[in-house]
């Protein structure tokens, strides 16, 4: 069945510094593809998508690429705020589904 | 803030129990997904509602049950409490489906049940 695997955490990292978090997916057809957020006590939030192949999906200075041939939707930022902390989800969403499918979470700790 | 609202926030059971937790859902939104996020790990699908009516289920079995009202607010009942249903257990609403428009979800902040 169709799922998404994003890296472990948690990624720590100095204010200001670069984020990578990676996120591959496997599906039949083309899902659509996200990253959610979610901060400590609270719900989800979206924080960016891409809906086909080599759309790029940005948010508050994040962004990402749907990679089609790499089945990759990998999370950049180039400078990290001790705001940004919080765990990252990547999901997958197929064209005839109305679920999400989540990768396990990734929790990033930005330090002073 | 979302507007969708989760009640109670947190909740005790014990094995065996029974367990209703509720979601009110964003203004004009007439579909809510239930998910259920075990620590450490990504939520999982349990169902959907739309219009009243369950459009999808996950992989749950029959003893976790849903209801959707008129006014589009909604239920997740559990019978039969096992330790495994201590979860942090997320609604979200959309308007109609959101999957065929992609239209996003809008969680709201979950209920922690621990189930003792």
């Known amino acids: 069945g169709d799922s998404v695997t994003q890296m472990e955490g948690p990624v720590t990292l100095s204010e200001e510094a670069f984020l990578t978090i990676n996120c591959t997916y496997t599906a039949t057809g083309y899902p659509s593809l996200f990253w959610y957020v979610q901060y400590p006590g609270e719900g989800l939030q979206l924080l960016l998508k891409?809906?086909?192949?080599?759309d790029k999906g940005s948010n508050k200075g994040f962004e990402a690429t749907y990679r089609k041939e790499t089945t990759s939707f990998h999370l950049e930022k180039g400078s990290v705020q001790v705001s940004d902390s919080a765990v990252y989800f990547c999901?997958?969403?197929?064209?005839?589904?109305?679920?999400?499918?989540f990768g396990t979470g990734t929790r990033l700790q930005v330090f002073p | 803030e979302t507007g969708v609202t989760q009640s109670p926030t947190h909740l005790i059971k014990t094995r065996g129990q029974q367990v209703t937790l509720r979601c009110s859902s964003q203004s004009g939104h007439n579909t809510v997904s239930w998910y259920q996020q075990a620590l450490g790990q990504g939520p999982q699908f349990i169902f959907q509602?739309?219009?009243?009516?369950?459009?999808g289920r996950g992989n749950f079995p029959p003893r976790f049950s849903g209801l959707q009202f008129p006014n589009y607010s909604s239920e997740l009942n559990v019978n039969a409490l096992e330790l495994d249903d201590s979860a942090l257990y997320l609604c979200a609403s959309s308007s109609d489906r959101g999957g065929l428009s992609n239209e996003k979800l809008f969680f709201g902040s979950g209920t922690q049940l621990s189930v003792l």
């Open positions: 509602y739309y219009r009243e009516e369950e459009n």
């Open positions: 999901a997958s969403k197929g064209r005839n589904t109305d679920k999400l499918i």
């Open positions: 891409a809906t086909k192949a080599d």
